[in-house]
């Protein structure tokens, strides 16, 4: 979808900020973006937990009451890249298209999906691919004090037929039904009781196993309309990300995975016992610390889940009303230095 822009000829590019481009060998891709008033850019970001690099062979003290946690899977997309001018104006980024990032010009977005894992270590269920920081270009000579981003997939793209899907949306791993489109952050990891190392019995119905936590565009099930170019996706809970004071040459991008789950008790064994004759309100009793119930370990965006509820605290979600995300309130994402 869209007009692609890569290391080949160049066609027309959108955001509306670009004309178009002839068809030569030379001169080379940077230097026609210079002509047209573009520079190039590259956003670094990073996986940690709290000061330490977030690795598949790591072993870190993560949850409230801290316990241990070996990570294993962690992948995210996001999506509508820009920067920040003094003004307060937000100038969009294009990214240099590629199996890992693109330009959709006819919806006017950019998409981006970033992998930290190798393949290494406790991820044995990954392949060694990683992708970790997204290259485009933007207006040149802007004065830039800041960065902006949504974590997720726009809705206009994340309900495509999966094997006709552009890149990076048809990246494996990712995919989860038609209608809930795909896992927009997927972060999984082997805790004291859930380990995808024990032995799989017929009972599973994830493998593999592990705490897992596989966000989506809204609340599981709520999209509705059966024609896929007619899903209505009500109450999109999409992270807004706005870092201040961010310099793409001297910083990064840091994602803060023990922030992320600082409030979880990862090695809860004990949980809410689903009700059998009526659907589970949030305003029922639990047994758990959460503002709601929660019926088993991990977070599959169900609107009743109290380990949900805090996870998406710190990303500026409020889980209890659904209202629209707040980027003052997300603790996740924060600008480090490379």
């Known amino acids: 979808m869209g007009l692609r822009v890569g290391a080949g000829c160049v066609g027309g590019v959108g955001l509306g900020l670009f004309g178009l481009f002839g068809c030569s060998s030379e001169p080379t891709l940077d230097e026609r973006m210079a002509d047209r008033g573009l520079e190039r850019l590259e956003l670094a970001f990073s996986a940690v937990v709290g000061a330490e690099p977030w690795r598949c062979d790591g072993v870190y003290q993560m949850g409230s009451p801290p316990s241990e946690v070996r990570p294993s899977h962690l992948r995210l997309f996001a999506h509508d890249f820009a920067l920040v001018g003094s003004d307060g104006q937000e100038v969009p980024m294009l ?16 998409v981006a999906l970033l992998d930290f894992d190798d393949a290494t270590g406790n991820c044995r269920y990954t392949d060694a691919d990683t992708h970790t920081s997204v290259r485009g270009w933007a207006p040149a000579g802007g004065d830039y004090t800041g960065l902006s981003f949504r974590i997720g997939i726009p809705s206009a793209l994340n309900h495509l037929d999966a094997g006709l899907a552009p890149p990076p949306m048809n990246r494996p791993g990712m995919w989860w039904s038609w209608k809930d489109g795909h896992i927009t952050l997927r972060a999984e990891f082997d805790t004291l009781s859930a380990s995808s190392h024990r032995e799989v019995t017929p009972e599973d119905t994830t493998n593999p196993g592990g705490w897992q936590l596989w966000l989506a565009e809204t609340v599981a099930g709520e999209c509705t ?22 310099d793409a040459a001297t910083d990064r991008v840091e994602l803060d995975f023990g922030q992320l789950f600082s409030d979880v008790d990862l090695a809860r064994t004990e949980y809410d016992v689903f009700p059998e004759s009526a659907e589970p309100q949030i305003s029922d009793p639990t047994i758990t610390p959460y503002p709601m119930p929660d019926y088993s370990p991990g977070f599959f965006m169900g609107r009743v889940d109290g380990e949900g509820a805090v996870i998406l605290e710190q990303l500026g979600i409020d889980w209890m009303t659904l209202s629209p995300p707040d980027p003052a309130r997300q603790a996740f994402a924060r600008r480090g230095a490379r």
């Open 95 to 110: 990214l240099e298209d590629s199996e890992w990032q693109g330009n959709f010009d006819d919806v006017g977005h950019s």
């Open 225 to 246: 309309e059966e024609i896929p170019t007619q899903f209505d996706c009500p109450d999109q809970q999409q992270p807004r990300v706005v870092l201040e004071a961010f």
